[in-house]
């Protein structure tokens, strides 16, 4: 993989080039042109995303601002923003 990982701006841009670096990696290894199934990009991608998560969670610790609970708070409220885009790019909606 090249560096630019590494140098992702934030969260989205580095899961986006390991995106890109998983059909990469499958185009060449099934030069088919057939688009991985599920089973590969989880497979491929978990541990981009656990760093990610643990990257947040490192970045909150250091904050340290917030109480628990207020954190806990925000955290429900923004998981629940996060279901309804997901569930928007699922269904094919536009983003709210």
């Known amino acids: 993989m090249n560096g630019s990982y590494q140098h992702g701006e934030d969260e989205a841009e580095r899961i986006g080039i390991a995106v890109v670096t998983a059909n990469e990696a499958y185009d060449r290894a099934h030069p088919q042109g057939v688009r991985p199934g599920i089973g590969f990009y ?47 790019r699922l269904h094919g909606r536009e983003p709210r």
């Open 42 to 88: 989880g497979h491929f991608l978990r541990p981009f995303i656990r760093k990610e998560v643990l990257l947040e969670i490192r970045a909150r610790r250091k904050k340290g601002l917030l109480l628990r609970a207020e954190q806990e708070l925000e955290d429900e409220r923004e998981l629940m923003e996060l279901n309804t885009q997901i569930e928007d």
